[in-house]
């Protein structure tokens, strides 16, 4: 899974817009058609962003031989729970893996921070 906003389209990002540009002119003037423009191009947007949504999920799904994983992964991206692979601390281009070295380590550094 790449980037969180794959499904993107240069027509959505055309569309989105076209939706700030009538929200600016609806601020800058008082004209209820204007209005009702603008409201009726944003409900279409939010259908339009969720089909997109549902059909990138989908094929994700169907990309990936492991389905549940993949599903429970978009489920997490989505939900903003997804952590990525945290890096092992370094000290002098040795890797500290101990618990007690990478205390030793933070000690350290947070000393020579003070001076």
């Not at 055309?14 to 609806?26: G, I, N």
């Not at 692979?85 to 550094?109: F, G, R, Y």
């Amino acid at each position: 899974m790449k980037d969180k906003n794959d499904w993107i389209t240069q027509r959505i990002k055309m569309s989105f817009k076209q939706t700030r540009s009538l929200y600016a002119f609806t601020n800058n003037n008082n004209i209820p058609k204007a209005k009702a423009l603008y409201i009726k191009h944003c409900k279409i947007l939010r259908k339009v962003i969720k089909v997109a949504t549902k059909q990138h999920c989908s094929t994700l799904i169907a990309k990936y031989n492991n389905k549940i994983k993949t599903t429970q992964n978009i489920i997490k991206k989505e939900a903003g729970k997804l952590h990525s692979v945290q890096q092992v601390p370094t000290m002098n281009d040795e890797k500290l893996e101990d618990p007690p070295h990478v205390a030793n380590a933070s000690i350290i550094s947070l000393q020579l921070l003070k001076y």
